[in-house]
Each structure stands twice: as C-alpha cells, then as structure tokens.
C-alpha cells in the first residue's frame, strides 16, 4: 500500500484522538492561550503550504510564550514532518528527487559545522551577516526571472551545507535553500514541492537528534496532539489557496516572506 494512502486513512483518526485529549490539555495551558496557539498554527500552516516554508519562524517565538524554546523547537519539527508527511500525496509525484541527495547529506555536515561555528564566534555577528545576505539575495530576485536550467552539483550541494550551518548556528535552515529553488526552478509546483520535501527531511534529523539527546518527553506528544487540528485546518487552507493562486502569486510571496526572514533575523541581531 503506498505509504501517502495510509497516512491519508490514519489523518481521521489522529483528529479524533486529539479532540478527546483537548479538555485535559485546556486545564493545563488555558483557554485563551490555547486559542492563540492555534490561531498561530493555522496562520504558520496557511504559510507553509502556500510557500512551502515559515512554518517556524512564525509559530516558534508565539509557542515560546507558554513553552520552553527547546519544547517550543521540538513541536515546530513535530506538526513540520507530521504535516509534510501528511500532505505528501499533494506533491509527490513532482518532487525533483535528484538535487535531494546533495542537499540533505550536504546539510547534515552543515548542521555538525554549525554548532561547533557558535563555539568560536558570536552568535549575533552570524545572525547579521545571515539576515543581511538574506535581504541582498531578495533585492537580487525582485529582478531575476528563473529559467530551467542544468544546475551545477557543486552549487547544490553548497546550498546544503550553507542550509545546515545555519539550521546549526541559528536553527533557520531556509534561507539559502529559497534562495536556490527561486533561482533554478521557475514552476511553483515544483518550487513548493523541492521546499516541503527539503524541511520534511530536516524536521525529520532534528528530531533524532533531538531523540538521541534526550530532549523529546511524553509531552512532547501531548503538545503535538493539541495543535494538530489547527495545523490540518491550515493546511488545507494553504493547498486550496496556492492551487487557486499560486501561479500569478506564489514567486512574489515567497519572495516576500524570504524578505521577512531577512529583516526579522537583522533587527533580532540590532534591537
């Protein structure tokens, strides 16, 4: 049986296992901070299907709010692989699969350099120059029309491992790999696609690491029940919207929330 058909047949049943932990899980957040998290969660997953990323940089610093940012990290890399595996019969089928391999092997050594890149120097200069770069590579593609092309190797697997040291130095993997698929892929399904399956892969070696470290507990889970409604209402929302207007919108906004990442990660670093 193909592994999308039985996630699709078990998606009926996660909901209805987490509405009946909802009353247990309301007594211990509340009600109006359990409303604000979905709210966030519907918006971020509206975002995430639309664009295929900003999933956590949108709901990471609301769930800090109420959770630990270790609790808060480890949900975001729950409901990004839960949603993503979810909603693969969405893409599958026009995932470009040869740049993967480079990509994710790429970002795993990526990821290993940049936790050791934060013992020798500082965090906020590296946030600075990140979100800098991240704004420049915008104003480069306001003006830049992508062609289909053959791309190199060596620039693929670069993006990888530029992807992983800043998933390992400041836990955002996205921006050098947006900026690649708004450079070498010019149709938006398969844009989106390439994005969904990239960060599926990397929420997926977050959380063995986060697994191996000992940093996943039983309410990890729980959290993770609570806000799967609000991620599934979100994404259907973000499906329905980029199949009706991805074509004319989809490089403009997710030019647009690139942009955003840059701007957010530089006036983090300076305010």
């Avoid at 709010?65 to 599958?92: D, H, K």
């Amino acid at each position: 049986m193909p592994f999308f058909v039985l996630m699709a047949r078990f998606e009926p049943t996660l909901i209805h296992f987490g509405l009946l932990l909802m009353i247990e899980l309301i007594a211990d957040i509340g009600l109006l901070e359990l409303l604000l998290i979905w709210s966030v969660v519907v918006f971020a997953s509206i975002l995430r299907s639309f664009t295929g990323f900003g999933f956590a940089l949108t709901a990471v610093p609301v769930f800090a709010l109420f959770l630990t940012p270790l609790e808060s990290v480890v949900l975001s890399a729950a409901l990004t692989l839960t949603s993503n595996l979810i909603g693969v019969r969405n893409y599958w089928g026009i995932v470009p699969l040869k740049p993967m391999v480079p990509l994710v092997f790429m970002a795993i050594i990526g990821t290993a350099i940049g936790t050791v890149i934060l013992s020798f120097i500082s965090t906020a200069q590296f946030q600075l120059w990140a979100g800098i770069s991240v704004i420049i590579a915008c104003v480069v593609l306001m003006f830049f029309k992508p062609t289909t092309r053959r791309v190199s190797p060596l620039l693929t697997s670069f993006t990888g491992l530029l992807s992983g040291l800043m998933n390992g130095a400041l836990a955002i993997p996205g921006p050098p790999m947006i900026i690649y698929v708004m450079f070498t892929e010019p149709v938006p399904e398969r844009s989106r696609a390439l994005l969904i399956t990239f960060f599926l892969a990397s929420a997926a070696i977050a959380l063995v690491s986060f697994g191996v470290a000992g940093f996943i507990q039983i309410q990890s889970l729980w959290h993770l029940l609570l806000a799967f409604p609000a991620m599934v209402a979100g994404d259907k929302i973000g499906f329905y919207l980029f199949k009706k207007y991805g074509g004319q919108l989809y490089r403009r906004i997710a030019i647009a929330g690139l942009l955003a990442i840059g701007v957010t990660i530089t006036l983090r670093t300076l305010l």
